[in-house]
């Protein structure tokens, strides 16, 4: 079926430096989502984006992070300056929308040392 | 504010028994119910949803959801498990009118051989 393209798989980044988690949704879909796993926990929903503009976000969504889709190219997340609380999964899902099914990339490993 | 719980953080069955997976839900409208599959080191997949008309919905791979408005509930099922079926599953919800799907904290299922 359709997939969603998280790049890259792993990144490992100094504290303090910025990181572009990129995300290629399924090509129809138009709300785009990111989430956040800290290892064995649950998944924590940071931000939702539709439109070129961001619906609605949670309290982990802090203010170094940034969220954009330019063009319809990438979906990217970005933490700028990264904290070593920012080491956890983070999955990209999109939808056809609101209600639909997501469909859920691989996720992006970040290690902050 | 839409919650989730999923009382049962780990189920172990062996191959070929039943299973059913608990999921209790808090919200004050119309909703989507939805559970999702995740294997080790891998994206969410979607299992099934739920929104109206049969309380009883069939997914993928045999699994089936019972919807319970008087028990506030969405609980999993599978007649006969498989060693494969050894993930973690995440019960969902999202309220019609907004744009975030929220997840339980997850059933860690392991079918023993």
């Known amino acids: 079926g359709p997939k969603v393209l998280q790049i890259p798989s792993h990144q490992i980044i100094d504290m303090g430096q910025m990181v572009t988690l990129n995300c290629d949704p399924v090509s129809n879909h138009l709300y785009f989502y990111w989430y956040k796993q800290i290892l064995g926990q649950q998944m924590e929903f940071l931000v939702n984006f539709y439109n070129g503009k961001v619906m609605e976000k949670s309290k982990l969504f802090k203010d170094q992070f940034s969220v954009e889709r330019p063009d319809g190219s990438y979906f990217t997340l970005k933490i700028q300056p990264t904290a070593l609380e920012d080491s956890a999964v983070y999955f990209c899902?999109?939808?056809?929308?609101?209600?639909?099914?997501?469909?859920f990339g691989s996720g992006t490993r970040l290690l902050v040392i | 504010t839409q919650t989730v719980s999923q009382s049962d953080a780990h189920v172990t069955v062996f191959e070929g028994d039943s299973v059913e997976l608990r999921c209790n839900y808090s919200y004050g409208g119309s909703i989507y119910l939805s559970w999702y599959i995740q294997h080790h080191g891998h994206g969410l997949q979607f299992l099934l949803k739920y929104y109206s008309g049969n309380p009883v919905v069939q997914g993928v791979n045999g699994f089936e959801a019972e919807f319970s408005k008087s028990d506030s509930s969405f609980h999993l099922r599978k007649a006969s498990v498989h060693w494969s079926d050894s993930a973690v599953y995440f019960c969902a919800v999202s309220g019609t009118g907004g744009y975030k799907v929220v997840f339980g904290s997850g059933t860690r299922l392991l079918v023993s051989p």
């Open positions: 899902a999109s939808s056809l929308g609101q209600g639909a099914d997501y469909t």
